[in-house]
Every structure is written in C-alpha cells, then in structure tokens.
C-alpha cells in the first residue's frame, strides 16, 4: 500500500512535470531559433537599406557597384557572438567581418558552392563541428556584376545556455521528485507503522490472549480511533468467547447428567434384562429431556440470525385471543389474561412463545390454587407483557442472572427445566429490539415482563 499510494501521487507529478519539461523546452528552444531568424533578416533589411541609401563619396551619385556596397556594409557591422558575416563577388570570399567563428565556413569550399547557387534571399541550415549552423544568403546584382552577403548564426552554440539551464531544470525537478519519494516513502512508514502493529496484534491473538489492548495515542486521529474500535471489538469477543465458554461448559453438564443415567440404566439391562421394563421409561424420559434441551439450544443459536422473527401488523385483542386458546391446553391454573385495543408490529409466533414459556415457568413455581395474571398493553413506546405470579419470586441477586443460560431461581431442586426458557424468552424481546426484565410482583411472586417497542 505505500508503494501503491506513492505511485498514486509520484507518477501523475511524473508526467506532468516531463509534459511541462517537453512543453516548456519546445517553446523557449522555438523562440530561439525563431530569434536567430529574425536577426538574419534583419541583417538583409538593413543591406537593402543600405543599398538604396549609399553614395559615391568622389561622385555623390547612388553606390550601385554589388562590390563596394557589399564592402561598405561589411565594414560597418560588428557581428554578435556566435555570429560570423562575409561577402562574395563571383563566387570568391573577398572580406569578412574581423570576429573569429569557432568555424570558417568562409573556407568551407562545399558551404560556399551551396549559397553561391542562391539567386534570392535564402535561409538555410548547415552541419558543423559545433553543431547547425543557420545561415543567410542576400544576393547583390548590377548589370553583369553580382555579388551576396552570408551572414551565419551557430544557433546551437546561441542556444546552448538554454539548453544548459533546462538540462539544470530537468535535474533539478528529478531531484525534487526523488527527495518527494523518499519523505512520501518515510511519511507513508509513519503513517503505516500502527497500522503494522494493529496487524501484527491481530495475528498474535488467541482465544487465551483477548485480554490484551491496543494502546491509544493521545492525538485522537483516524488510526487511534480504529485502535480504539478494535479494543472495543476485543472486549465484545472476549465477552462473547467467555459466555461461550460457560455456556459450552454448563450444556455439556446438563447433557452429562441424562447420558450418565441413559448409559447407567443401559448397564443395568445388560446385568439383569428383567430391569428392562423399569429401565424403558426412564431412558425414554431422559431422551425427550434431552431432546428438548438440544432444540431448545438450536432455538437460542437462532436467535440472532435475521430469518429468526418474521413481523407483520397484528391486532392486539387478536394476539390476546389466540393467547388464550393455547392457555387452556397448557395449563389448568387459574389464568387471567387483561388485555387493551390497539395494533402493534411483531412476530405473533415468537411472541406466544415467549409469553406461554413465561407461563409455564409461573406454573411450576405457584401453589396449585394461585393464580397467574396476564396483561396486555401499550405503555408509553412499548407494548408491554407482563406475567405475573404468586411463587417464592427471584432473589435481588439473581434478577440480573436469571435470564442467563441454566441460572435458575430458588426452589428449583423439584422442578423439571432445562434452564434455557428464560434465555429464549429474552432472546425473543432482544430479536424484535426489545427487552426482558423481572421485578417483584403484587401477587407476592415474580413478575416478569416483555417491552417490544413501535418499529
């Protein structure tokens, strides 16, 4: 990722500064040779103004022989650097200017054939041992005299300060990208270190290490809060492994305890196979017990997924209805079920569930003749169900446990129960974003009651 994000921001800078660099080098390399032409055409208009200007100092009439104007010019110029001019009568170098050239092409014999052939102004280019030259030729005729003046720039050597300050440019503009990579690369170093170590944490942990921490700069900066999301996601998992941990440990007693009896009895019949009639029943209630606990396990596994509640708009005297049906087959007690008007959202199976587990619970620890209120009714926010009964209640200590895995309430020693149906009924409130809690109740016993708010 540093190699990728560096590349991200160097590689655009990259070419942008060699499209710059190209742009910009086409255009001032442009602008000077579009200078050296037009200083040679300069020097051509001021030959032709020389020639319809100059005069015979002996006869004061117009100077037309090609030779001496050429040679009044010639002696007038003082060429620039890397500039050399001469003049030609007849094909032959008679004068030149008195500045030395890094090349005499006033010598150079195929130079001179070349612009001896020129008829008019020409401009041209030509290859010497200091690179192009650039050159032109002004034609000077009288009658049958004729005669030209050749005027050289070495445009490489007039350019080579340019070129020379873009070359520094372009090293220079390497430099600065290279010193940019590197503070990126140390920067992206920086940057990624806690991250580093925020992975090199993950690949450490174990199921016995999720004590363990991040520890959280005081900047208080993208990466210390992911720090401290992470620490936070460590206490979840250790809170979770830990409850699974004790869940996992107290299922495999309760499920030790029927096979003990299943395998005992089993050993029983294999010693003496007239015991087979007593032993039958007993396997056979510890398989439904057992049986019972696993679903009702799976039930509680469920509980989380998203397919575990199907809501729909119910009526509420309907649920409360339907409510009271299912009671008659459950139970004989005295049930007496309040119920109000209204329509609320949830998922009426779940619901039923929850509330006849919280029945049966009431049934088991109320004397035969008391009695179990019911009542329904939208309180504030919430559609509150409230199960009431006059057992020995739940201790101040146990009210936060009891909706806990195999947690149980006093006075259960006699009482047949897996230790799993308040954990589903809880699971149930929680699954449609409610709640479960358990207070004391004016008939003396519990009171038990689910909040499902408005969706």
Known sequence: MRWTIL????????????????AISTLVLAESAAEVDDHLAREARELSLLAERATDPDTGQALTDPRELLELYITRTIPDPNETMFVIEDGLVFARTTDTPPVRLDQDLNFLASVNSANTVEFGDWETEV????FVVVPVTSGSKSGALVAVIFSDLES???????IRFGLIALF?????????????????????????FASELEGDALSRRIQVGEVRNELD????EFNTMLDRLEEAF?????????????????????RGHFDLMKSDPSET???MPVIQEELDRMARLVSDLQTLTKSSAPEFLRPDTQEIETFANDLKSKLKTLTKRKIQLVSSAGKWRFDDQRLSQAVLQLVENAAKYTPTRSNIN???GVIGSNLEISVDDSGPGIDDDLKSQVWEPFIRGKGNQNVEGSGLGLSLVRAIAMAHGGEAVVSDSSLGGARFTLRIPRK
């Open 160 to 166: 080579a300060p340019i070129r020379e300050l873009l």
């Open 225 to 228: 809060q992911l720090a401290t």
């Open 7 to 22: 590349g991200s921001i160097m590689v655009p800078v990259l070419i942008l500064l060699a499209v710059m660099g190209t």
């Open 374 to 376: 019911i009542s329904i």
């Open 131 to 134: 690179g192009n030259a650039r």
């Open 176 to 200: 600065s990208l290279s010193a940019m990579a590197a503070i990126g690369y140390l920067a992206a170093n920086r940057i990624f270190r806690p991250i580093q170590g925020l992975t090199e």
């Open 242 to 262: 830990k409850s699974q941990r004790e869940f996992v440990d107290v299922a495999g007693h309760e499920l030790r305890t029927p096979l003990t009896i299943i």
């Open 277 to 279: 009639a007593n032993a």
